[in-house]
C-alpha cells in the first residue's frame, strides 16, 4: 500500500541592506518549498516544487512520472509527533530598520576612517514532515543577525575585513559594539607578527572538510583520508567531534533527518577523545556497505536522500580560551584565503590581513602572511581546544590551532 | 505584454520573473544516486523612491500587483524620480528572444535521451576498470530558465537560456591520499554531450601519471606558463571583480588607483566582458532591463571600462554596461561579471614553452581569489626546463599582486577557450559566468 509524506520548508527573511554607508534597500523574501513522496513497491515518486501547490497536487504529481520514481526499498519512518520551537522573539521589519539604523550609526560616528557595507537580516523559518504513518514533526526557529564588510579608506583593496553574528533575540547592541570595537579600533596600529602562530576562528569551516572524509561510502569506497582508521586514535585525546542537533547555535536545523530518523538525545558521536567511532549513513548506505545507520540523511527535496545534514560540534574543553592560550597570543583572521588540501592532507592559507588578541584585548593589526597546516594536526598535535566561553569577536564558540608559519 | 501590471506613479519600479527547470542524472560507481527533474518559480518586485529600494520576493505569481502596490505604500512618493541619476539612465527596451522552444527546450526532452549518454559515457570511459580510480561520477543535465522583465518606464523584455552539461569525475588513488579530476562538457541538447570521450580518458591518465610521479615544489618564485582555464580564473578572480564598480563609488583611494586610461598592465594584455556571448554568462539583458554589450576592460595594457548598475554608472558619470545581475528572483541585483576573458594573442604554446628556460606549467587550478594579493590554488603542474615540460609538481598555491602580475604577462597565446563550467559568488549571490582566455607567460609568481 502506498506510504504518502510530505517535507516542507517555509522561510521567511527581511534584510536592512547597507553599501558603502548608506542604507540601499530593504528586502523581504518569503518561500516556501515541499518535497512531496509516494513510497510503494520499493521504490518512491517524488515531487519538489517551489511555491504553493495543494497537498492533491503534489501527491498526484509525484505518482504522476512512473519513469523517474527511484528504488528506496525502506519503509518510511512512523514517528509520531514532537515539535520544537526555539523562537524568542520575532522583529518586526519597522524594528528591525530602526536596528540598523542605530548600529550603523554607532560605527559610522565612531569609525569614520572606514567605509561600511553589509546587512541586518530578521529570519524565520517552520520545516515540517508528515507522513501516512503517523509522523508529525514541526520544528521552528527565527534569529536576527549582522553581517559588517569593512574597508579602511586608505586600502587599496576592495574590502579589508568584517565581522558578524546571529542571535535568536536582539540584545541592547552590546555585541554588536563590543564585536564592532574589537575589529575597528585598533586596525591602524601594526603589530609584530608572532613566532608562535594560533589561529583563533570560528571552526564550522574546518569541520565540514572534515565531513566528507566521514562520510560512510568515501569510507567504504576507500576515497576518504580516514578509510581503514575507524575505531582508530587518529586526533588528539582532547579532540571529540559530534553531530550536534541540541547546539544552542544550530540555526535552522531539524530533529530529523531527511528519512524522518530521530537520534536519541539528538546527539551522534563520531569521533571520541581522537578516536574516530563511526562514520556516518543514511539507510542506503548502511544497507549497501554493512555499516551502521547513524540517521544522518541530508534534506534532499528534490531527490532520495544521501548522507549529511550534518551540525559538526566539537566538544568544548572545561578551560575557558584564556586559559587555554596560557599567554600566548592568537590570530584573528580577517582576510584570509586556503588552498584546498592536496592528496598528502596538506594545505596553505595566505592571511592578507589578521588581528593579533591575548584573549582580552586586541594589540593590533597584523601584516600579510602565510602558515601551513596538515588535516590529521590541526585536529591532532596542533590542536588546542575549543574554549569553554564564546569569543566577543565571534559571538561564538571558537577553535584554537597552531600553524606553521611558512 | 503591454499594461500587464499597474505600475505606481512618482516611483521607479520593475518587476522580474523566472521560471525555471533543472534536470539532473548522476550514476556513482554503477548506481543511479540522482535523478531529479525541478521546477522552481518566483518573481522580484522592486521600488524606487530616490532614496532607498524596496524589494520582495514571491513565489506567487498570481500576487505580483498587490505585492508592487503594498512596497508603494512603504516607499516615499517621488515627484522628480524621473530625474533621478540612475533611473534617467536605466534603457527602456522591447523583445521578446525566445530561443530555446520545442522538442529540444529542457521540459520537453525526454529523461531517455539523457540516460543514454550517461550509460555511453560510463561504458566509454568506466570500463574497464583501472586500478588509480577509486571512485568516478557520470552525470547529465541541464537548466533553462525563462526570465520576463517589465518595468515602470515601459520596459517590456522576455528571454530565454538553457545549457545542457555532463561530465565525467574520478576519484583516485589509496592509503588515504585521494585526489580528484575529470571533464565537463556542454551543448545545446544531450547529444551535443557526445564525443568527449578521448579527452575525459586523457585527463583520467593524466592524473594517474600526476600521482604516480609529481614531486613537492620548491617553493619560491618563478615564470609561471598559465594553462588557458588557468588564465581564465585569473582573469575572472584576480582582475575581473575588481573591474566591478560598485565597490569603489564613494571611495577616493579606489577610483585613483583605476582611472580611466591608466596603464595597468603589458601590452599585450586585453580584457573584456560581454553578457551577449552564447556562453554560461549569456543575458541578452541585464536584470535593470540593459542590453548586454561588449565592454573591454583593459585594452592593450590599459584600463579602458568597468562593470556598471545604474547606479555605479550614475554615480562615476559613465555609460550602462549590462551587468546588473541577481542570482535568482530571490535576490536583489548588483554589479556581476558575465562572460569575461582575456583576448588571445599570436604565440603558439609549443613556442611559449620552447621560450621558457626554467619555470613551472601550471595545467590545473582548483579555485583563486581577487583581493590585491591573488591566490590561485593550483593541482596539477609541470616544472619546464630548457623550453620542454617535464616531471608533475605539486603545488599548494601561486600568489602574486595583481597590481605587478598583470605587468608581468610577456606572452600571449592563440590557444584561446572560454571555459562554461564556473559559477562566481559575491555577497552570498552565485550566478552563472562563463571565463576564457589563451596560455599565458607571467615573467614571476610566488609558488609554494
Known amino acids: ?406 | 505584454m503591454s499594461g500587464k501590471y499597474h505600475f505606481p506613479e512618482n516611483l521607479y519600479s520593475d518587476i522580474r520573473i523566472e521560471e525555471k527547470y533543472f534536470v539532473h542524472l548522476m550514476k556513482l560507481n554503477g548506481e543511479l544516486v540522482n535523478d531529479k527533474a525541478i521546477a522552481d518559480s518566483g518573481a522580484l518586485i522592486r521600488v524606487y523612491d530616490g532614496n532607498m529600494w524596496y524589494t520582495t520576493s514571491t513565489n506567487e505569481l498570481d500576487k505580483i500587483q498587490e505585492e508592487l502596490d503594498g512596497l508603494a505604500e512603504l516607499a516615499s512618493r517621488n515627484e522628480s524620480i524621473g530625474e533621478d541619476p540612475a533611473v534617467r539612465l536605466l534603457e527602456v527596451n522591447r523583445e521578446v528572444r525566445l530561443q530555446f522552444e520545442g522538442e529540444n527546450n529542457l521540459k520537453n526532452i525526454a529523461r531517455a535521451r539523457f540516460v543514454d549518454v550517461m550509460d555511453h559515457y560510463v561504458a566509454e570511459c568506466t570500463e574497464p576498470t583501472v586500478p588509480e580510480v577509486n571512485s568516478w561520477t557520470v552525470s547529465v543535465g541541464g537548466e533553462y530558465m525563462k526570465k520576463s522583465f517589465y518595468s515602470s518606464k515601459g520596459s517590456e523584455i522576455v528571454y530565454d537560456y538553457q545549457m545542457i552539461s555532463g561530465g565525467v569525475w574520478y576519484t583516485f588513488g589509496g592509503n588515504g591520499q585521494p585526489m580528484n579530476g575529470g571533464k565537463q562538457f556542454f551543448g545545446a541538447t544531450p547529444e551535443d554531450l557526445s564525443g568527449h570521450e578521448q579527452e575525459v580518458l586523457a585527463e583520467r591518465d593524466r592524473y594517474i601519471d600526476f600521482l604516480a610521479n609529481a614531486v613537492d615544489v620548491e617553493p619560491g618564485e618563478y615564470t609561471c606558463v598559465l594553462s588557458p582555464i588557468t588564465t581564465a580564473m585569473f582573469a575572472h578572480e584576480s582582475f575581473g571583480h575588481k573591474s566591478e564598480a560598485d565597490f569603489m563609488l564613494n571611495d577616493p583611494v579606489l577610483r585613483e588607483e583605476w582611472t580611466m586610461g591608466k596603464k595597468v598592465g603589458s601590452d599585450p594584455v586585453s580584457i573584456c566582458d560581454s553578457g551577449d556571448l552564447p556562453n554560461h554568462g549569456y543575458i541578452p539583458y541585464d536584470d535593470e532591463g540593459t542590453k548586454a554589450r561588449e565592454t573591454w576592460l583593459i585594452t592593450d595594457g590599459v584600463l579602458t571600462g568597468r562593470l556598471h548598475d545604474s547606479f555605479s554608472a550614475a554615480a562615476l558619470s559613465e555609460e550602462l554596461t549590462g551587468n546588473c545581475r541577481a542570482q535568482d528572483y530571490r535576490n536583489r541585483p548588483m554589479v556581476r561579471m558575465t562572460n569575461t576573458f582575456l583576448k588571445a594573442g599570436k604565440d603558439s604554446f609549443e613556442d611559449i614553452i620552447a621560450d621558457t628556460k626554467d619555470g613551472i606549467y601550471v595545467y590545473m587550478v582548483a579555485n583563486g581569489t581577487g583581493s590585491a594579493t591573488f591566490v590561485m590554488n593550483a593541482t596539477v603542474c609541470y616544472r619546464i626546463r630548457d623550453g620542454k615540460i617535464c616531471e608533475p609538481l605539486r603545488v599548494h598555491m601561486l600568489t602574486g599582486s595583481v597590481f605587478q602580475t598583470l605587468f608581468d604577462i610577456d606572452r600571449v597565446g592563440s590557444d584561446f577557450e572560454l571555459f562554461d563550467s564556473y559559477t562566481c559568488g559575491k555577497r552570498n549571490q552565485s550566478v552563472r559566468v562563463s571565463a576564457g582566455g589563451p596560455s599565458i607567460r607571467v615573467r614571476k609568481l610566488t609558488v609554494s
Open chain 1, 1 to 406: 500500500m502506498a506510504v504518502k509524506e510530505k517535507h516542507s520548508t517555509h522561510r521567511i527573511i527581511s534584510t536592512m541592506a547597507y553599501e558603502e554607508n548608506k542604507p540601499k534597500a530593504f528586502e523581504r523574501v518569503n518561500t516556501v518549498e515541499s518535497s512531496y513522496r509516494v513510497y510503494e513497491d520499493g521504490k518512491v515518486g517524488i515531487c519538489y516544487n517551489i511555491g504553493e501547490i495543494s497537498d492533491e497536487e503534489g501527491f498526484a504529481r509525484a505518482q504522476a512520472d512512473p519513469e523517474r520514481a527511484r528504488p528506496y526499498p525502506f519503509t518510511p519512518e512512523a514517528g509520531g509527533e514532537r515539535s520544537r520551537d526555539k523562537r524568542e522573539c520575532e522583529v518586526s521589519d519597522r524594528e528591525l530598520m530602526d536596528l540598523a539604523g542605530e548600529y550603523m550609526g554607532y560605527i559610522l560616528e565612531k569609525y569614520p576612517q572606514f567605509t561600511f557595507s553589509g546587512s541586518f537580516s530578521e529570519e524565520r523559518c517552520k520545516f515540517s514532515l508528515n507522513n501516512d504513518l503517523g509522523t508529525d514533526y514541526s520544528e521552528n526557529d527565527a534569529t536576527f543577525g549582522a553581517r559588517i564588510m569593512f574597508k579602511h579608506k586608505d586600502s587599496r583593496d576592495i574590502m579589508d575585513g568584517g565581522f558578524g553574528f546571529n542571535m535568536r533575540k536582539p540584545d541592547d547592541g552590546s555585541v554588536f559594539r563590543t564585536m564592532a570595537d574589537l575589529y575597528l579600533g585598533q586596525y591602524e596600529t601594526i603589530a609584530e607578527i608572532p613566532d608562535e602562530i594560533i589561529l583563533c576562528m570560528q571552526y564550522y569551516s574546518l569541520v565540514g572538510g572534515l565531513a566528507e572524509e566521514l562520510n560512510a561510502e568515501n569510507l567504504a569506497l576507500g576515497t576518504s583520508r580516514l578509510t581503514g582508521k575507524v575505531g582508530e586514535k587518529v586526533f588528539s585525546e582532547e579532540f571529540t567531534l559530534e553531530h550536534d542537533l541540541t547546539d544552542k547555535e544550530a540555526w535552522f536545523s531539524r530533529f530529523w533527518d531527511g528519512e524522518g530518523c530521530v537520534l536519541p538525545d539528538d546527539k551522534l558521536v563520531l569521533i571520541e577523545n581522537g578516536v574516530i567511532k563511526t562514520g556516518f549513513a543514511d539507510k542506503r548506505v548502511a544497507q549497501k556497505y554493512g555499516v551502521p545507520h547513524t540517521k544522518t540523511a541530508g534534506h534532499n527535496y528534490g531527490d532520495t536522500p544521501f548522507p549529511g545534514g550534518l551540525n559538526l560540534r566539537i566538544r568544548r574543553s572545561d578551560k575557558t580560551i584564556k586559559e587555554l592560550l596560557g599567554g600566548r597570543f592568537a590570530v584573528i583572521p580577517m582576510n584570509w584565503t586556503g588552498s584546498p588540501m592536496d592528496s598528502k592532507g596538506e594545505l596553505t592559507i595566505v592571511i592578507s590581513s589578521s588581528l593579533l588578541w591575548d584573549g582580552e584585548r586586541i594589540l593590533g593589526r597584523l601584516p600579510e602572511f602565510r602558515v601551513s597546516m596538515n588535516f590529521y594536526d590541526v585536529f591532532g598535535k596542533e590542536y588546542i581546544g575549543v574554549g569553554s566561553d564564546d569569543s566577543p569577536l565571534y559571538h561564538d564558540k571558537v577553535i584554537l590551532i597552531k600553524t606553521n608559519k611558512v
